[in-house]
Every structure is written in structure tokens, then in C-alpha cells.
């Protein structure tokens, strides 16, 4: 058994965000995909959750779901995103109307988004500052040169040299690096309680995305938020999270502290995915041990258990059937039949 | 090993910028700038270094689709005596394409959306065997099936893959001309983690079946660890360490491998030591004088910034450092 | 951005170098020389003495080699102003066409605002609101703008008018004021005809514009950076205005790149129908009794002109886009 | 053999399995409209091809007691001499009344007369796609001596129709024949352009920028005037032809070179260039086809360019001339205000065939350019 980690997660404090049941469909010419299907999930403040997963496992499109900005196609179809507010009131995310005045003051306020491509996520033709100040003037009762002055402090802090002649730039004089920075100092000036990076390092090379990484773990500290953050990659993860939680085709099949998800992963798929990374300064193995076949088809989902089409503990009869659920004590959940009591014994 | 099938030398590769219709060239890019290395038969010879630092031109360079601007290259297969590829005619490098193959970075964007499979694997073949009709398709077929796809595959067009499928299309497309050397450009850096690690087994696997010798062109140092024997890191258009695998990564000797290797994050929680050293400033700071590394190396001091470093060679590895010591 | 002006002025001069070649051309396409017929005219009258044909020989070099001509003529242009004289009505062309062109230019303005005026906010409806029974109708009418030749619309709207309104049609004043001198009754009356040129030379360009303007909005509309506006907490209509809308302006601002030619070319058309005092009528005369010098002036002066307006739409959206600025 | 891993249920519905080409014909027939715009243009195709077949009168026929007579109806039942409703197609015959104070026609149905229409019926002889002695008809009346003015007649009688029937051939081809005079142009330009690059690419652009910043109405009318009006019509005609090409060329060969310029960067090209192809192998076999699609859209939307100007032109009178017929030259007789009173069919009937043309056209082309482009909404 792991060794008995002391329950992190402070149970006297609401988490910031319950995700019940989410499920986010796009309804194409091809059919319905299901890019969220089924998502249970608490985000605690003050602690980095991560959400791991491949291309297509719907963990961009769910982060996309808190905040109600997921491009048509797609909509929600089924489930709640509670948001517990400051003030202690508890708003449903999921079912506010689009365009609501309750969802525009949580989005940038509440909770703040940073995106993948630092360059196409910035409007390219409006100068940094302002797009910075935009936010501060949405939110915060500032006249413009306070909002300047709180926005050059932003860039600062973000650790952008020469903030106030960086404030007239316009994104395209600025290297990616400096870009996400701006991003981050946008999505935080308003010192949001949630920040919700979608894979905020993927576009940058290691050494940035190490100064990227350290900035949001040491604002994070710095004004208590919840950070959740999206990645493939499983050594920021390792890095940076707190809590976990593994997504595969639209659900989420493990979540856990960092601990408990790299030293004793319990789903076939997280453990498959720990194996078969090349890890530096490891042992060399001569083979990897790779997981096999493809992701399936979003259009065509297996029946049962999503994960069984590359399964190697398939149990017939089972696997192919029932879906399995989240389950398991305190933060460690896993979904799968070979740790649901009645099926271990069939197995 | 000491049988090198290809042999870089003083290879400069510059672009230049601010030329106009009207308006004079007013400087140039060193892209790659006064490169030298050899690769020897059997090995896999990786490339490390961030976006900018020439590695991408570097590959095209020996593949002759970029002319560099000086140097040599030469090649020599076991069929064929050294071949000099700098200023080798269209058809010279016609018959040298078919030893030297090349695995894209982009399997979407390299393998042309209107063809069929067996026009796009096959047509290497076409052009150099001059294969037809049931021959083309049956050999096509082996390849496919060599690569883990399917031989009904053959009359599909690349649609109907998936990124990882694609990639052992441009792989097979890579084999088809039986070559000695594929140079592979971040040949799985867009594939997904479960599908890397296939492709990376395969590429494995196919080096012995074929014989082959890679240039294996990444930015992921964990990946290039695992695959590559001999490993040269590039910065800014230059080779500033050149070492063996265990070498390098277990004892990297020049301040900016040092610093790459501990930019990049383990997945290992709480792996990350308090403060690492991690490089200030951007790669595009450019110095006129001196190391290019300066700007951002924490060891510099006056020499590194008026004098270029040389290429000092310790034991087996090739380092442009001036203080090799200090890390 | 001084740079940039200075760039795009040295671009003109070839441009606008090719277009007195052209015009130059135009002038000596029809058979036989200018001098031919006018003495064949003036024969007729009594004959062409010797000292007007020298005088004119020496003026425009008629009778010696193209260049020479082309030389003469233009150097009259640029050191005298001097445009040459119509053969027809035997004046300077000076004295018939800047009345005119000033009408010209008036109207084709008046179209360019009144066409942006119309397709903005429709062209932003009809993507905001795609697949609307607005955004349809839009498209529909958009069609059927493009689809009627400017002149035809003219003759529906003026048989309309007279038909079914009685209004007098042709001309940009009522017959009454032709002779009077500017008043406000008289500039009331030239705002009832004036609309109809502008609404006829128009509308193609409208229907264009709103088929361009939902394009590029449509592209952008979805682009990553909308979205990080709307994470931001602003409303629809904000974000709208102030991200992609603006980024989608810059395609429609350098449509005045080509509009106005389209417009001019519309408005000298239109004018033939309508009877308006402009460029038109006079250009057409001109080149059906083949009066060249007066048809070639009006065609040079109206090109250049235009060039002129294309520079205009340039340093515009170099203004309102910086990416361009700092080319 | 090395390991294989077998990729599982590959079975899936993937739509992608359809060929490039057929993926954009599924994609073309779920516009509806432009699908029917491409039964439209077919059908305008082929009335023109078989021009005076359909045409029911002989075009260049005058009457003098059919001055601007009005659009006759086709009407479907009739009573015959015992006062029995019958069915028929005819239409009704006309009587011209002049009131002598004002100078003015009238044309009076004569109640009981009628004229009776048919299919496939005797008429003048004409020389079926210009090698097989005809006179049959479509339509038109069953007498070969009755006349029928279904769209009015003009000023000399002439059945308004049948001209524009006629004028179908030279409009609509003028349209073809231009495209393909801008597609050699342009394409070949273009290519040079975006191929090569450096200095030629420089001086073709510049070369285009210059035509596309002269308005084309001035220009077009300083080179057609220059046409002498004795020209024998075939060469006026493959003059303005050219004339009206000069447009569709500068904006095909820009979009030529600038899918050159993206193409050349593409992987799959050098891929190609790897494996062995030459330069005009590449171009063949990968570019080509890559933006043939994009490149009938475009072509298909210069059409109706070209059948604007040329119909412009021809209005102002200094495209084609009279003798030849095209709607241009049609409109040409609607010019003045006062005729158009007086027969306002003359630039309806005419003005309305242009519209649906060009409609048709530019829906067809904008089907097309949908179906073609990959990334559209």
C-alpha cells in the first residue's frame, strides 16, 4: 500500500469550483462528439490542480465549459459547474445565460484564462496596455491612469523589463516568452481566485516555459488562488501540481495528489502513460513500453470502459459493458473495474 | 563506429535580412554558422537546441533543399565513394535523395491531401525503380505493413489517418528507397505522448532491419536521450557541445547544455531543486563579439565577451567554451 | 512610419510612369495621324495654312518618332500644366475637363462613404448573425447587387422615377438651374438627383463589400484572441467592436485599393446614362470622334487620381494597423 | 519483421475515406442553390449552342407592321367557332391601330383570332451547329407565317426572343473565351511569379498592381474605341474578347502565385522534390492539382465579369457593333429614356436575361469556391 500522505486539502473550505456530471457535445455533420462526457471535479483554492491528458481527451474543452466559452459546435448538455463566490454565494455556471451580467463578472474577475498561443490569443493590433487595462476598467471601479499605473505594476510583477514602454507595444514586437507573460499579467491583474492555463507552455521553448512555470507557482502563492492547469506534458505536472486529475476520452479516469498519481498510479491507462515516457537521466531502456494502438474515433466510442480497446487487464463480459465510475477514499479516485471491489474478485 | 557516412565541414548557412526591392541588405542571419561534425554509420546522431537555434536549417541544409552558403558535405554510402554535396547538380542529388531520405516534423503537412497512399509512398519508387501498377502496389504494400499499417491502406488518402498513422506513412514513404541515412525533424515532437513512444519503438526497430544511420533533429531532450547515441547541441546557429549520450547528459560540460538540462521538468514530483539555473534574457540576443552565449551564461566574464570562443575537444566530446572548468 | 510613406511614394513612380505610357498608348491606337485628320476636317473649312500644321508639328512633335512624341507631351503636362487641346472643339483641354472631374471625384467619395456606410454594419450583422433570415437576405441582395451592370440599374431607376414619381431624371440639377449661380435652392435640388448616380454606383461595390466584410469577419470571429476577450468578462457587442471588428477593418480599408477604380469606372458609365456633367459623356465623345488628346488626358488624369486614392487607402491602414507600419 | 502494433476497429465512419474531388462534389450538392445555379448555366449553354433551334423567329427578320409590339402572352384554353372551351397553346393575334393625331401604335387583341403554338414546329430554315440544314423549331406558332412577338419586338419589328437567344452566343462565350484567354494569361504569369520569385516576381506584381489601379471602364473604352468600326465583326468580336480579358487575368494571377508562394513552403512539396520528382513533375503532379478547385472557383466568378463588360461596352457603343447581336447590343436599342417608356420590354426582357446569368454564374462560383476551400465555416 502508499504510504499514508496527511490529507491535503483544507475540508473546512469550499472548493472554489464543483464540476458534477459535465458533459460538453459538438453536434457536427459527422455526428455527435463528445468531447465532455461525464466530469466530476472539485478545483480547491490556493492549490495547482492538473488536468493531464492527450490531444482530444476534451480537457481544453472542459476548462472551456467553467468559463462558457466554448465555440459553437459545441454546448453543454448535461451537468453543473458550481462556483462558490467570495460573498459565499454558490452560482451554477452551466446553466447562465450566455452573455449573463452574473457569468461576464466572474469571467476575468473570478476566474481568469490564459491560452496556448500567446501570439493569436492576444488582439493583434491593440497595444498590450490596454488590452490589460480593458480588464481593470471591466472589474474594478478605476479611473484610466490608476488602471495604467495597476497595470504597469502588473507587467512588473510578471517580470517584463521596461513595463511602461512595454505597455505602448503592440504583441507582435514582443518574443513568445514576453507575449504568455502578458498574458499572465492580463489574466491576473484583476487577482482573479481561479487562473485557468490551457497548456500555457506548450508553444515556448524548456527554458521559457521554466520561467513561465516558476511565475505562476510564485504568484499562485502570492495572492492564494486556485490555479488549474492543462498540460500533456507529464514532467510540468510533476513540477507544478498539487492535485491531478488523468482524463481519457472525455472523462476523467484518476485523479490524486501529485504523490499518490506518479508513485502509485492505479488506472492501466496513467500507469501506461508513466511507463512510456523516455525520462532523463534514467536508466536507458531499449524499448519503450508504448501503450498500444490509437485513440479511438470520437465519433465512435467504445462501449463500457473507454480505455479497454488498449487495455491489457480487459476483463470480458466487464470492461465492455459497464462503465466504470470514479471511485475510491478521499482525493484518490480511480475509474476502473479492476479497483471496484466486485470486479476485482470476477478478475 | 569510426566509419563516417557523413562529414559536415565549416558549414555557414546565412539569410539576409532588410533586403527589399529598393531598400539595401543590411545585415544577415548566421543561421548556421561555421559547422562542423561527423556521423558515422549504424549511429543516431541527434540535434538538440531551442526554436531559433538553426538546428531545422541545419537538416535542410544537408539535405541540399536550403544551398548553404559555404562549406562541404560529403557523403559516402557503401555503394558509392565520397560524394561532396555542396554544389552537387539536381540530378546528383536526385540519385543521393534516394540514400538520404527525410521523416517531416508535420505528418499532416508533408504528405500531399490528394494523393492516395500508394502514389504517395510509392512514388519515390516510381521515379528510381520505375515500378508499376501490381509491382508498385505489392511493394508499397510490404512497406505499409513493415510500419504497422495495413495493406488495404493503399488506396486511402491521408484523411483517413490519424497523426500517428500519418507518421509511419512518412516513415514508410522514408524506407522506400531502401536509404542508408534518414534525417528525421522532430520527426515525433507533435505526436501525443502514448502515440511517441510507438513511433520512437518503430524507428528503433527499422534501424536494424534497414541498417540505417538517423540525424535525428529535436527540441525534447528527454526523447533524444533515449534515442540518439551521439548528441550535439546547438545555439544560435553554432555546435557548442558535441558528446556521446552518457557524456552529455550525465556530465554536460558547457554552461548552456547545463542549463537546458535543468530547464527541463522531470516527472518525478518534487524533483525540481529550490532554484534552478535557469538562463536569463531570450535567445535573439545577439552579440557581435565574443561567445553568442554570453548574454545569458552565468559564468561570463570579460573573455567570453570579447573573444569567440574555440573548439576545444576534451576526451570524446567537441565543446566551444571558454570556460570548460567552470560549470 | 516616414519610411513607409517614402517606400510606398518610390513604389508609385513606376506605376504611375506605366499609366502615361498606356494613355500615351491609347492616344496614337487609332490609324492614321491626329494631323491627317484635322487637316482633313479643316480642309473642309478651307484648309490647314502652313504655319498652324508647323505649329503643331512643333508642339507635338506629330510626324516624328514615338518617343519624341511622348516626350513633348509630356513635358507640356509637367512644366506647363498643358494637357494639349481637343481637336474637336478646338480648346485647350484644360478649359473642359476639371469642372468635370471635380464631379467626378465628388461622386465617386460621396459612393465610397455612402457603400461603407451601407456595408459595415450589414457586412458585421450578416456574420455575427450567420445563417440568419437577415444574414440570408443580406446574401441574397448582395447577389443580386453584384449581378445588375451599373447602367442597368440606372435605366430601372430613372423609367421608376419618371414612371411612377414623375421626377425629372438626367443631369444633377433640374434643367431650370443649369445657368444659376449657386444658391440654396439650387443645392436642395442637387441633393434630390445626386442620390440616384450614388445609390446606382454603389450598389455593386456595397454588395461587395458586405460579401468581404462577412468573410473576414468570419475568419476572425473565432480566432483564439476573441475568446481571451470574452474570458475577460466583456460583453459581445464590446469585444466585438473592439477586437475582431477592427482587425477585420483592414481588408476593407484597402479595398479602396480597387474600389475606387471600380467606382470611377461605374460613375463615367452611369454619367452616359444619366446625363450627369461629369467625366463621362465628355470621355465617350472624345473617343468616338476620336478627339485622342482630350480622351487620353481623361484617362490619364482619372488613373492617376486613382493611383493617388490606392496610396491614400495604404498609409490608412498603415495607420490603423502598426503590423503593417513596421514592416 | 519488427513489431507491429495493429491498429484496432479502423472500420469507423470516416468520411474522410472519399476521394479529394468527391468530398468537394458532396460538398457542392448540399448548396442547393448553387446546384441549381449549375442546371441553370448548363441549360443557358445549351440554348446558346443551339441557338436557332429555340430562337422561334429568324432574329435578323424586320416587320413593319410589328413596330413595338408589346410581350405577347401563351394562353392555355380557347373557345372555338361553336363556343366550346378547348385546349390549346396560342396566343392571341394583334391588330395595330395608329392614332393619327399623336402618331402613336396600339395593338388590339382581336377576340376570336388566335395563333396557335407548338412544339417542334416548321419554321425558317437555318443550318443546325452550322452544318445540317433545320427548320424546325422548339417553339413557336404552328403556321410558319404567323408571327409571335413572345417578348415584344423593337423598332424595326424584330422579335425581341429570338435576338436574345441569339445574343446568348456571343455573350456567353465571350464570357468563356475571355476566362480562358485569363486563365492562360494568369496561370502562366502567376506561376512564373510565384515559382521563381526575386526580380521576375517583383516585376510581375508591380506590372498587376499597375493594371488593377487603372479604372478599367476608361481604359477598356480608350482601346475598343480604338477598334475601326470596319472591322468584319469576327475580329471586332475576339478583340473586345481580349479587351475584356485584361481584367480577369491580374486578379487570377495573383491568387495563382500567392497558392504558389504558400504551396512552395509546403512540406509535400519538397517531400516530392525528395523523392526524386523534377520541377515540372512537382508542379504537375502536387501543385496543380492542389489549386485547380480554388482556380475553377475563380474562373467561374470571372464569367459573369466578363459578360458585365462586355456588356457595358457594347451599350456604350464602343464594344461590338450593331450587326452583331449581344445583350449589350440588345440594351443598346433601350438607351434613352423616351423608348424606354414607350417599350419598356426592351430593357426588361434583355436586362433580365443578363441578371439571371450572371446570378446564376456567381452563385455557381461561390458554390464551388465553398466546396473547394477545406477550412470553411
Request: with cysteine; aromatic share 8%; hydrophobic share 45%.
Amino acid at each position: 500500500m502508499m504510504p499514508q500522505t496527511p490529507m491535503p486539502i483544507d475540508q473546512l473550505t469550499k472548493p472554489l469550483v464543483e464540476i458534477r456530471d459535465l458533459k460538453t457535445h459538438f453536434f457536427t455533420d459527422d455526428g455527435v462528439i463528445k468531447a465532455v462526457e461525464g466530469v466530476d471535479l472539485d478545483v480547491h483554492p490556493n492549490r495547482t490542480l492538473c488536468i493531464l491528458g492527450e490531444s482530444g481527451c476534451g480537457k481544453s474543452i472542459m476548462a472551456r465549459s467553467i468559463l462558457r466559452i466554448v465555440d459553437a459546435p459545441g454546448r453543454i448538455v448535461q451537468g453543473s459547474i458550481t462556483y462558490n463566490a467570495a460573498n459565499g454565494r454558490a452560482i451554477d455556471l452551466a446553466s447562465a445565460r450566455p452573455g449573463s451580467r452574473a457569468l461576464r463578472d466572474i469571467r476575468g474577475q473570478d476566474i481568469a484564462m490564459i491560452f496556448q498561443e500567446p501570439m493569436s490569443s492576444l488582439g493583434p493590433i491593440t497595444k498590450i496596455g490596454k488590452q490589460i487595462t480593458e480588464a481593470l476598467l471591466l472589474h474594478r471601479n478605476m479611473s484610466k491612469p490608476e488602471a495604467k499605473e495597476a497595470a504597469i505594476e502588473m507587467l512588473n510583477k510578471v517580470g517584463i523589463p521596461k513595463p511602461a514602454d512595454r505597455f505602448e507595444a503592440y504583441p507582435f514586437e514582443l518574443s513568445g516568452g514576453m507575449r504568455q507573460r502578458a498574458m499572465i499579467a492580463m489574466a491576473l491583474c484583476c487577482q482573479p481566485r481561479l487562473l485557468i492555463a490551457d497548456e500555457p507552455t506548450t508553444a515556448l521553448d524548456v527554458t521559457t516555459q521554466a520561467q513561465i512555470l516558476d511565475l505562476i507557482a510564485e504568484l499562485k502563492n502570492e495572492l492564494e488562488m486556485g490555479v488549474m492547469l492543462i498540460t500533456h506534458d507529464l514532467g510540468v505536472v510533476a513540477e507544478v501540481a498539487e492535485d491531478v486529475a488523468v482524463m481519457y476520452m472525455g472523462r476523467v479516469v484518476e485523479t490524486g495528489s501529485v504523490e499518490q498519481i506518479f508513485e502509485s498510479p492505479q488506472h492501466p491507462y496513467t500507469r501506461a502513460l508513466l511507463d512510456s515516457i523516455p525520462r532523463l537521466g534514467a536508466p536507458r531502456r531499449r524499448r519503450l513500453p508504448a501503450i498500444r494502438g490509437m485513440v479511438p474515433h470520437p465519433l465512435a466510442r467504445p462501449s463500457g470502459c473507454t480505455f479497454r480497446t488498449r487495455c491489457d487487464h480487459v476483463i470480458s463480459g466487464v470492461c465492455d459493458q459497464v462503465q466504470p465510475q470514479l471511485a475510491g477514499q478521499g482525493t484518490a479516485q480511480v475509474a476502473c473495474h479492476l479497483h471496484t471491489p466486485s470486479e476485482v474478485q470476477h478478475g | 563506429m569510426a566509419d563516417p557516412v557523413l562529414k559536415v565541414r565549416n558549414l555557414d548557412m546565412h539569410f539576409p535580412i532588410g533586403g527589399s526591392f529598393f531598400g539595401k541588405q543590411t545585415d544577415v542571419v548566421r543561421a548556421v554558422d561555421k559547422i562542423s561534425f561527423d556521423v558515422f554509420r549504424g549511429e543516431s546522431f541527434g540535434i538538440v537546441g531551442e526554436s531559433g537555434s538553426g538546428k531545422t536549417t541545419l537538416g535542410r541544409c544537408i539535405m541540399r533543399t536550403l544551398d548553404p552558403s559555404a562549406g562541404s558535405i560529403k557523403l559516402t554510402t557503401k555503394t558509392r565513394p565520397e560524394a561532396e554535396l555542396i554544389g552537387a547538380s539536381r540530378a546528383e542529388m536526385t540519385a543521393i535523395w534516394r540514400d538520404m531520405r527525410m521523416v517531416f516534423q508535420d505528418p499532416q503537412s508533408s504528405l500531399n491531401p490528394r494523393l492516395r497512399v500508394l502514389d504517395l509512398v510509392g512514388q519515390a519508387l516510381q521515379k528510381s525503380e520505375g515500378l508499376k501498377g501490381q509491382a508498385l502496389a505489392d511493394r508499397v504494400g510490404d512497406l505499409l505493413e513493415q510500419v504497422g499499417l495495413q495493406r488495404a491502406f493503399l488506396m486511402r488518402y491521408p484523411n483517413a489517418f490519424s497523426g500517428g498513422q500519418r507518421q509511419r506513412l512518412g516513415i514508410a514513404r522514408a524506407l522506400a528507397t531502401k536509404p542508408e541515412i534518414v534525417i528525421a525533424d522532430e520527426a515525433v515532437s507533435a505526436l501525443d505522448v502514448s502515440i511517441q513512444a510507438q513511433t520512437l519503438n518503430l524507428m528503433q526497430d527499422l534501424q536494424e532491419d534497414y541498417d540505417l544511420t538517423y540525424i535525428f533533429i529535436a527540441h525534447d531532450l528527454a526523447v533524444v536521450e533515449h534515442f540518439c547515441d551521439r548528441v550535439a547541441v546547438m545555439y544560435l546557429g553554432q555546435i557548442v557541445e558535441l558528446a556521446d549520450r552518457d557524456t552529455l547528459f550525465r556530465a554536460p560540460k558547457h554552461p548552456y547544455t547545463k542549463a537546458l538540462l535543468d530547464a527541463v521538468p522531470r516527472p518525478v514530483p518534487k524533483a525540481r531543486s529550490a532554484k534552478r539555473v535557469a538562463p536569463i534574457g531570450k535567445v535573439s540576443d545577439r552579440v557581435s563579439t565574443g561567445c553568442k552565449f554570453a548574454p545569458r551564461c552565468p559564468l561570463a566574464q570579460d573573455v567570453c565577451w570579447s573573444s569567440e570562443p574555440p573548439t576545444l575537444t576534451l576526451g570524446s566530446s567537441q565543446l566551444k567554451c571558454h570556460r570548460p572548468d567552470a560549470v | 512610419m516616414l519610411q513607409f510613406l517614402s517606400r510606398r511614394l518610390l513604389y508609385m513612380i513606376p506605376t504611375v510612369f506605366l499609366v502615361s505610357v498606356v494613355t500615351f498608348a491609347i492616344i496614337q491606337l487609332p490609324p492614321g495621324d491626329y494631323l491627317d485628320s484635322l487637316a482633313a476636317e479643316l480642309s473642309d473649312n478651307g484648309g490647314l495654312d502652313e504655319g498652324t500644321r508647323l505649329a503643331l508639328e512643333a508642339q507635338y512633335g506629330l510626324g516624328q518618332p514615338m518617343h519624341v512624341q511622348y516626350f513633348k507631351w509630356m513635358k507640356g503636362i509637367l512644366l506647363e500644366g498643358n494637357f494639349g487641346i481637343s481637336f474637336e472643339k478646338n480648346l485647350p483641354v484644360n478649359d473642359l475637363i476639371w469642372d468635370r472631374l471635380g464631379w467626378t471625384f465628388a461622386i465617386s467619395t460621396l459612393t465610397l462613404l455612402f457603400i461603407w456606410i451601407i456595408a459595415l454594419p450589414i457586412g458585421i450583422y450578416s456574420a455575427v448573425r450567420k445563417y440568419s433570415f437577415g444574414d440570408y437576405l443580406a446574401t441574397f441582395l448582395g447577389f443580386i447587387g453584384l449581378a445588375v451592370p451599373n447602367f442597368l440599374l440606372a435605366l430601372v431607376m430613372m423609367y421608376v422615377a419618371f414612371k411612377y414619381f414623375g421626377q425629372s431624371v438626367g443631369g444633377l440639377v433640374s434643367p431650370q438651374y443649369l445657368e444659376e449661380a449657386w444658391s440654396w435652392d439650387k443645392f436642395i435640388d442637387l441633393l434630390k438627383h445626386i442620390w440616384m448616380p450614388i445609390v446606382v454606383v454603389g450598389t455593386s461595390g456595397a454588395a461587395a463589400l458586405i460579401r468581404i466584410m462577412r468573410a473576414n469577419l468570419l475568419d476572425e470571429l473565432y480566432r483564439p484572441y476573441v475568446v481571451t476577450a470574452r474570458a475577460k468578462g466583456m460583453s459581445e457587442f464590446q469585444l466585438l467592436l473592439r477586437y475582431p471588428v477592427r482587425v477585420a477593418l483592414n481588408p476593407f480599408v484597402s479595398t479602396i485599393g480597387w474600389i475606387l477604380p471600380t467606382l470611377v469606372s461605374g460613375e463615367i458609365i452611369v454619367a452616359v446614362v444619366m446625363n450627369l456633367p461629369t467625366t463621362g459623356p465628355l470621355l465617350l465623345r472624345a473617343l468616338l470622334v476620336q478627339d485622342m488628346y482630350l480622351a487620353g488626358s481623361l484617362i490619364l488624369i482619372v488613373s492617376m487620381l486613382t493611383v493617388l486614392g490606392t496610396l491614400i487607402s495604404d498609409l490608412l491602414l498603415a495607420w490603423i494597423d502598426p503590423r503593417i507600419r513596421y514592416q | 519483421m519488427t513489431a507491429i502494433d495493429q491498429p484496432h476497429d479502423t472500420s469507423v465512419i470516416m468520411p474522410e475515406l472519399l476521394g479529394p474531388w468527391a468530398l468537394m462534389w458532396r460538398k457542392f450538392r448540399r448548396h442547393r442553390i448553387a446546384y441549381a445555379s449549375l442546371c441553370l448555366v448548363v441549360m443557358i449553354y445549351i440554348v446558346a449552342l443551339f441557338g436557332n433551334f429555340f430562337a422561334p423567329e429568324d432574329f435578323t427578320d424586320t416587320n413593319r407592321r410589328g413596330i413595338y409590339v408589346p410581350p405577347q402572352g401563351i394562353h392555355l384554353f380557347y373557345e372555338d367557332k361553336s363556343g366550346d372551351r378547348q385546349f390549346g397553346l396560342h396566343a392571341k393575334a394583334l391588330k395595330m391601330e395608329v392614332d393619327q393625331a399623336t402618331m402613336r401604335r396600339s395593338y388590339e387583341e382581336q377576340s376570336g383570332k388566335i395563333v396557335p403554338l407548338g412544339f417542334f414546329v416548321k419554321g425558317h430554315s437555318y443550318k443546325l451547329l452550322g452544318f445540317w440544314k433545320v427548320d424546325r423549331h422548339f417553339f413557336g406558332p404552328k403556321k410558319p407565317k404567323d408571327v409571335v412577338y413572345f417578348l415584344g419586338s423593337d423598332r424595326l419589328g424584330r422579335d425581341i426572343l429570338s435576338r436574345i437567344i441569339i445574343g446568348t452566343q456571343v455573350s456567353m462565350s465571350i464570357g468563356l473565351v475571355g476566362v480562358v484567354v485569363s486563365l492562360l494569361i494568369g496561370v502562366s504569369l502567376g506561376g512564373v511569379s510565384g515559382y521563381y520569385g526575386g526580380w521576375i516576381d517583383n516585376v510581375i506584381q508591380r506590372l498587376i498592381e499597375f493594371l488593377r489601379s487603372i479604372p478599367t471602364i476608361p481604359l477598356w473604352m480608350g482601346l475598343a474605341a480604338a477598334i475601326p468600326l470596319g472591322w468584319p465583326p469576327l475580329r471586332t468580336y475576339f478583340v473586345v474578347t481580349l479587351i475584356v480579358s485584361m481584367i480577369g487575368w491580374t486578379s487570377l494571377a495573383r491568387e495563382v502565385r500567392g497558392k504558389f508562394l504558400s504551396l512552395r513552403k509546403e512540406d509535400f512539396i519538397t517531400a516530392a522534390r525528395l523523392d526524386g520528382l523534377s520541377d515540372w513533375e512537382v508542379i504537375r503532379k502536387h501543385m496543380v492539382p492542389s489549386f485547380s478547385s480554388h482556380i475553377i472557383a475563380s474562373l467561374t466568378l470571372a464569367v459573369p465579369l466578363m459578360i458585365l463588360a462586355e456588356t457595358s461596352l457594347s451599350f456604350l457603343g464602343i464594344g461590338l457593333q450593331p450587326s452583331i447581336v449581344s445583350w449589350g447590343t440588345l440594351l443598346k436599342e433601350a438607351q434613352n429614356i423616351r423608348t424606354i417608356i414607350e417599350a419598356p420590354w426592351l430593357l426588361i426582357a434583355p436586362g433580365a436575361t443578363i441578371v439571371i446569368a450572371v446570378l446564376a454564374l456567381n452563385f455557381l462560383g461561390d458554390g464551388l469556391r465553398d466546396a473547394a476551400d477545406p477550412h470553411a465555416h
